[in-house]
Each structure stands twice: as C-alpha cells, then as structure tokens.
C-alpha cells in the first residue's frame, strides 16, 4: 500500500517546547514538502527538500527546522521559536527534474495545538 | 510575481446542477495548473492537472477544467454535482521561478457546498 504517512494525527505542545512531526513516503519520490494550512490562507510552504542531504526554506520557514538523512523520511521540527505554531501540517512528496509537472502527493496531516 | 487567485470563498449549488470553482493565475511563460480536494481533516487529493495540450482536462470523480489562456483562468466544472462532492477546493500553480523543484502556489482555497 504506497503513500504517504504522517504522526502523530494530533498532536499537543506546551509554550516553549520543540515538537516533531512525522513524515514517510514509500512512493520513491525524490522531492518533499511541508505546508502550513490556516484557516482562509490556504497552503503555504515551510521546506522542501529535492535530495537526501538536501533541504531549502519556503516562504515561512521562520521557527522551523528540518532533516532529510533517508529519501524516504522528511521530519519537520517546531521549535519555541516559532510564535504561533497552531495549525494544520501537511507534508507532500513528487517526483522532480525534468519531470516537474507531477501532481504532488500528501499525507493525512498533523494538527497541532499549543497549549 | 507569480499567484493564483480563486475569487469565492464558498460555492453553493444544489444537488443534480453544474458546478464550477474559479481559479485565475498570473505565470510567466506556459502554466502548469492543478486542482486538489479536501475533505474535513484530511490530506489534499490530487484532481487533475493542466500541461499542454487540450483545453478541456478531465479528472478524478467526474471533474473537469478548461483552460483559458487570453482569460488566464482554469476553472473547475462537473455536470451535475453530488452532495458528496461537498468540499475544499485548492487551485494551484506550479512555481516556474523555483526551477525544476516542483514548487506549487496553491490559492486560498473554495468551499462548495452541495445543498440535496
């Protein structure tokens, strides 16, 4: 069963504390995202990372962090440095290069609550 | 700069009618256009997409859009709509300034609403 999984579905965190949010494809796609979803803001981007040992910031990457140590993993770290970390996370994989029209894939999502 | 607009924040139409969500893009150079779903709590479902080609692309679950490219618009149409087809709906480019990364500019987002 190819696809995408993330973990926890919800998820709780205290002011002040770093949380991880889990992202696995097995679907062999070079590229993964992580999006941002707010309510009436639609997705916008925090990472994305096109190879192993490899990562770029998006358009909110501000009191994020992120790994790409195995192809098939791309977690996405929310520290205390991020002020308002309350929302949906998704988490997207693609196939890139040439072939850079491909749909993107994504995972069930993450919501997280900061308490 | 490069953006997607989808003008309504919610759609509503009654069961058994057409149905069509707006989707207005800015790209320079030839788009790539998508359309996503999602449904409460869940990940974005891939629809369909535009690359070249015919204007009329025909999707997942019935759906279709048409590209318009003097109107810069890729609206999304169904026939005769479900209450099923209740939803989120995302419009999205991919980011030509990124290279071959893949990057997508997704608009904010339409809620339709089927009424039985």
């Known amino acids: 069963d190819g696809g995408i999984t993330q973990s926890p579905k919800y998820l709780f965190r205290k002011e002040g504390q770093n949380v991880t949010l889990s992202c696995e494809q097995n679907l062999n796609h070079d590229a993964m995202y992580w999006y941002r979803q707010d309510p009436g803001q639609g997705l916008r981007l925090i990472y994305y990372s096109q190879i192993v040992n490899d990562f770029q910031k998006g358009d909110i990457a501000e009191g994020y962090s992120v790994s790409r140590e195995k192809k098939e993993s791309f977690p996405l770290t929310v520290t205390s440095a991020q002020k308002n970390p309350t929302a949906f996370y998704l988490c997207?994989?693609?196939?890139?290069?040439?072939?850079?029209?491909?749909?993107?894939?994504f995972g069930p999502g993450t919501r997280l609550t900061v308490l | 700069a490069q953006s997607v607009a989808q003008p309504e924040d919610q759609v509503n139409v009654a069961e058994g009618n057409p149905l069509t969500v707006k989707c207005t893009y800015s790209?320079?150079?030839?788009?790539?256009l998508f359309w996503y779903v999602q449904y409460p709590n869940r990940g974005l479902q891939f629809l369909l997409k535009?690359?070249?080609?015919?204007?009329l692309v025909k999707g997942s679950y019935g759906f279709e859009a048409e590209f318009n490219k003097s109107q810069t618009s890729f609206h999304l149409k169904k026939p005769s709509a479900l209450v099923s087809d209740s939803a989120l709906y995302f419009c999205a480019v991919r980011d030509r300034g990124s290279g071959n990364t893949g990057k997508l500019i997704f608009g904010q987002g339409t809620t339709l609403q089927v009424k039985p």
């Open positions: 997207a994989s693609s196939i890139t290069g040439v072939s850079s029209y491909n749909e993107q894939f």
């Open positions: 535009y690359i070249t080609g015919d204007n």
């Open positions: 790209v320079s150079g030839n788009p790539y």
